[in-house]
Protein backbone atom coordinates (compact mmCIF):
# COMPACT_ATOMS: atom_id res chain seq x y z
CA UNK A 1 0.00 0.00 0.00
CA UNK A 2 1.48 3.75 -0.84
CA UNK A 3 1.41 6.98 0.82
CA UNK A 4 -0.73 8.27 -1.71
CA UNK A 5 -3.41 5.87 -1.08
CA UNK A 6 -3.64 6.77 2.24
CA UNK A 7 -3.99 10.87 1.46
CA UNK A 8 -7.05 12.76 0.78
CA UNK A 9 -6.89 14.59 -2.61
CA UNK A 10 -6.53 18.11 -1.75
CA UNK A 11 -8.86 18.76 -4.65
CA UNK A 12 -11.51 16.61 -2.95
CA UNK A 13 -10.56 18.68 0.94
CA UNK A 14 -11.08 21.87 -1.21
CA UNK A 15 -14.53 21.15 -2.64
CA UNK A 16 -15.95 19.92 0.22
CA UNK A 17 -15.04 23.42 1.82
CA UNK A 18 -16.29 25.42 -0.85
CA UNK A 19 -19.58 23.50 -0.38
CA UNK A 20 -19.65 24.16 3.24
CA UNK A 21 -19.31 28.02 2.57
CA UNK A 22 -21.95 27.69 -0.36
CA UNK A 23 -24.58 26.10 1.93
CA UNK A 24 -23.38 28.61 5.16
CA UNK A 25 -24.31 31.09 2.22
CA UNK A 26 -27.23 29.79 1.33
CA UNK A 27 -28.59 29.67 4.63
CA UNK A 28 -28.28 33.47 5.40
CA UNK A 29 -29.68 34.15 2.35
CA UNK A 30 -32.67 32.31 3.11
CA UNK A 31 -33.31 33.00 6.54
CA UNK A 32 -33.22 37.08 5.30
CA UNK A 33 -35.19 35.78 2.95
CA UNK A 34 -37.59 34.31 4.98
CA UNK A 35 -38.01 37.16 7.04
CA UNK A 36 -39.37 39.24 4.58
CA UNK A 37 -41.57 37.04 3.41
CA UNK A 38 -43.18 36.68 7.51
CA UNK A 39 -43.25 40.49 7.75
CA UNK A 40 -45.29 40.84 4.11
CA UNK A 41 -47.36 37.67 5.42
CA UNK A 42 -48.10 39.64 8.80
CA UNK A 43 -49.12 42.70 6.86
CA UNK A 44 -51.40 41.23 4.95
CA UNK A 45 -53.09 39.24 8.06
CA UNK A 46 -53.52 41.87 9.89
CA UNK A 47 -57.34 42.87 9.48
CA UNK A 48 -57.27 46.04 11.52
CA UNK A 49 -54.80 47.63 8.81
CA UNK A 50 -56.39 46.29 6.18
CA UNK A 51 -59.22 48.05 7.26
CA UNK A 52 -57.46 51.57 7.80
CA UNK A 53 -57.12 50.79 4.17
CA UNK A 54 -60.45 50.33 3.02
CA UNK A 55 -60.68 53.78 4.96
CA UNK A 56 -58.45 55.47 2.37
CA UNK A 57 -60.42 53.73 -0.40
CA UNK A 58 -63.77 55.21 0.75
CA UNK A 59 -62.32 58.65 1.56
CA UNK A 60 -58.74 59.57 0.65
CA UNK A 61 -59.04 63.40 1.76
CA UNK A 62 -60.80 62.89 5.18
CA UNK A 63 -58.55 59.34 6.27
CA UNK A 64 -56.59 60.31 9.21
CA UNK A 65 -54.58 56.97 8.46
CA UNK A 66 -53.81 58.85 5.07
CA UNK A 67 -52.73 61.55 7.02
CA UNK A 68 -49.99 59.92 9.30
CA UNK A 69 -50.06 55.89 9.08
CA UNK A 70 -47.99 55.63 11.78
CA UNK A 71 -49.19 57.54 14.25
CA UNK A 72 -52.76 56.34 13.42
CA UNK A 73 -51.30 53.09 14.05
CA UNK A 74 -50.11 53.89 17.44
CA UNK A 75 -53.18 55.27 18.43
CA UNK A 76 -55.78 53.29 17.37
CA UNK A 77 -53.46 49.98 18.92
CA UNK A 78 -52.44 48.28 15.20
CA UNK A 79 -49.20 46.40 15.83
CA UNK A 80 -46.60 46.50 13.07
CA UNK A 81 -43.70 44.15 12.92
CA UNK A 82 -40.54 45.16 13.74
CA UNK A 83 -39.01 46.97 10.99
CA UNK A 84 -41.92 48.12 9.11
CA UNK A 85 -42.15 51.89 8.48
CA UNK A 86 -44.91 53.34 6.41
CA UNK A 87 -44.63 56.35 4.92
CA UNK A 88 -47.26 59.34 4.89
CA UNK A 89 -50.10 58.52 1.83
CA UNK A 90 -49.30 60.45 -1.44
CA UNK A 91 -52.40 62.08 -2.29
CA UNK A 92 -51.29 64.23 -5.20
CA UNK A 93 -52.10 61.95 -7.93
CA UNK A 94 -55.33 61.31 -8.81
CA UNK A 95 -54.67 57.64 -6.94
CA UNK A 96 -53.59 57.98 -3.29
CA UNK A 97 -50.65 56.02 -2.72
CA UNK A 98 -49.71 54.26 0.51
CA UNK A 99 -46.10 53.06 0.85
CA UNK A 100 -44.83 50.45 3.78
CA UNK A 101 -40.66 49.70 3.65
CA UNK A 102 -39.75 46.37 4.86
CA UNK A 103 -36.22 46.11 5.91
CA UNK A 104 -34.72 42.70 6.67
CA UNK A 105 -30.93 42.47 6.67
CA UNK A 106 -29.60 44.12 3.71
CA UNK A 107 -33.05 43.49 1.89
CA UNK A 108 -35.49 46.72 1.46
CA UNK A 109 -39.11 45.80 0.26
CA UNK A 110 -41.62 48.36 -0.50
CA UNK A 111 -45.54 46.88 0.06
CA UNK A 112 -47.97 49.65 -1.80
CA UNK A 113 -51.28 50.38 -1.87
CA UNK A 114 -52.92 52.59 -4.89
CA UNK A 115 -56.39 53.29 -4.95
CA UNK A 116 -56.42 52.11 -8.58
CA UNK A 117 -54.26 49.19 -8.75
CA UNK A 118 -54.64 47.83 -5.22
CA UNK A 119 -51.71 46.09 -3.48
CA UNK A 120 -48.12 44.82 -5.18
CA UNK A 121 -44.87 44.85 -3.61
CA UNK A 122 -41.32 46.10 -5.10
CA UNK A 123 -37.85 44.81 -4.01
CA UNK A 124 -38.10 41.44 -3.27
CA UNK A 125 -34.67 39.32 -2.76
CA UNK A 126 -34.35 37.17 -5.29
CA UNK A 127 -35.35 33.49 -4.31
CA UNK A 128 -32.36 31.18 -3.22
CA UNK A 129 -30.69 28.96 -5.15
CA UNK A 130 -27.34 27.40 -5.33
CA UNK A 131 -26.12 27.64 -9.08
CA UNK A 132 -22.64 25.91 -8.43
CA UNK A 133 -22.43 22.61 -7.39
CA UNK A 134 -18.94 20.08 -7.85
CA UNK A 135 -19.37 16.35 -7.05
CA UNK A 136 -17.58 12.91 -7.90
CA UNK A 137 -19.29 10.38 -9.65
CA UNK A 138 -18.27 6.87 -9.38
CA UNK A 139 -18.77 4.21 -12.97
CA UNK A 140 -22.83 4.06 -13.14
CA UNK A 141 -23.73 7.10 -10.86
CA UNK A 142 -25.72 9.52 -12.16
CA UNK A 143 -26.64 13.40 -10.20
CA UNK A 144 -28.95 16.26 -10.83
CA UNK A 145 -27.22 19.55 -11.50
CA UNK A 146 -29.33 22.61 -10.90
CA UNK A 147 -28.77 25.38 -13.82
CA UNK A 148 -29.95 28.98 -14.03
CA UNK A 149 -33.03 30.55 -15.33
CA UNK A 150 -34.36 31.00 -18.55
CA UNK A 151 -31.85 33.48 -19.92
CA UNK A 152 -28.40 33.47 -17.60
CA UNK A 153 -25.71 31.15 -19.09
CA UNK A 154 -24.76 28.24 -17.15
CA UNK A 155 -21.33 26.31 -17.18
CA UNK A 156 -21.08 22.35 -16.74
CA UNK A 157 -17.78 20.85 -16.71
CA UNK A 158 -16.93 17.45 -16.81
CA UNK A 159 -13.61 16.01 -15.88
CA UNK A 160 -12.08 12.71 -15.42
CA UNK A 161 -10.57 12.49 -11.70
CA UNK A 162 -10.05 8.35 -10.99
CA UNK A 163 -6.73 7.19 -10.75
CA UNK A 164 -7.04 4.59 -13.97
CA UNK A 165 -4.87 6.42 -16.60
CA UNK A 166 -4.52 6.29 -20.31
CA UNK A 167 -8.47 5.28 -20.27
CA UNK A 168 -11.06 7.40 -21.77
CA UNK A 169 -14.37 8.73 -19.65
CA UNK A 170 -18.28 8.70 -20.99
CA UNK A 171 -20.74 10.79 -19.46
CA UNK A 172 -24.05 11.13 -20.73
CA UNK A 173 -26.15 14.69 -19.65
CA UNK A 174 -29.66 15.00 -20.17
CA UNK A 175 -31.39 17.91 -19.91
CA UNK A 176 -34.88 18.34 -18.18
CA UNK A 177 -36.92 14.78 -18.51
CA UNK A 178 -36.33 15.03 -22.37
CA UNK A 179 -34.89 11.96 -23.58
CA UNK A 180 -33.78 13.69 -27.14
CA UNK A 181 -32.17 16.65 -25.21
CA UNK A 182 -28.91 14.43 -24.65
CA UNK A 183 -25.24 14.44 -25.45
CA UNK A 184 -23.03 11.72 -25.10
CA UNK A 185 -19.36 13.00 -24.12
CA UNK A 186 -15.74 10.94 -24.62
CA UNK A 187 -12.82 12.70 -23.47
CA UNK A 188 -8.98 11.31 -22.34
CA UNK A 189 -8.51 11.13 -18.67
CA UNK A 190 -7.50 14.00 -16.95
CA UNK A 191 -9.04 16.28 -19.48
CA UNK A 192 -11.99 18.57 -18.78
CA UNK A 193 -14.71 19.54 -20.81
CA UNK A 194 -17.14 22.40 -20.14
CA UNK A 195 -20.23 23.44 -21.88
CA UNK A 196 -22.05 27.11 -21.31
CA UNK A 197 -25.26 27.51 -22.17
CA UNK A 198 -29.20 28.19 -21.56
CA UNK A 199 -30.19 25.70 -20.57
CA UNK A 200 -33.43 26.92 -19.53
CA UNK A 201 -33.88 26.59 -16.07
CA UNK A 202 -33.89 23.01 -16.12
CA UNK A 203 -31.93 20.24 -13.93
CA UNK A 204 -29.47 18.42 -15.80
CA UNK A 205 -28.53 15.15 -15.18
CA UNK A 206 -25.05 14.00 -15.91
CA UNK A 207 -24.55 10.04 -15.78
CA UNK A 208 -20.77 8.29 -15.33
CA UNK A 209 -20.92 5.50 -17.68
CA UNK A 210 -17.15 4.66 -18.01
CA UNK A 211 -17.44 0.84 -16.64
CA UNK A 212 -13.50 1.02 -15.15
CA UNK A 213 -13.95 1.16 -11.01
CA UNK A 214 -11.35 3.73 -11.00
CA UNK A 215 -12.96 5.87 -13.50
CA UNK A 216 -14.85 8.80 -11.34
CA UNK A 217 -15.58 11.68 -13.10
CA UNK A 218 -15.97 15.61 -11.21
CA UNK A 219 -18.31 17.51 -12.46
CA UNK A 220 -18.96 21.05 -11.50
CA UNK A 221 -21.82 24.00 -12.54
CA UNK A 222 -21.77 27.69 -12.26
Given at each position: ?TR???????ED?????????E??EAM??????I????VL??L???????????????????????RD?S??C?E?GIS?????E?N????T?S??R??AVV??????V??MW??????????L??RV????E????????????P?K????????C???????????L?V????????DDE?LY???NG???C?????G???L?????????Q?????R??
Amino acid sequence: MTRDLLRVPEEDVLAHERRVDELREAMRLAEEEIAVHEVLLDLARNDRLIAAVGELYDDPSGSRFGRDPSKYCAEEGISLPEGVEINAVDTTDSSPRMIAVVRRGASEVQAMWDRETGFSTRGLPNRVAIFAEEAILDPGQSRQFPTKAAGKQTKLCVRSSGTDSGRELTVLITAGLAEDDEWLYTLPNGDENCISRDWGGVFLTVRNLRGSPQGQVRVRTS
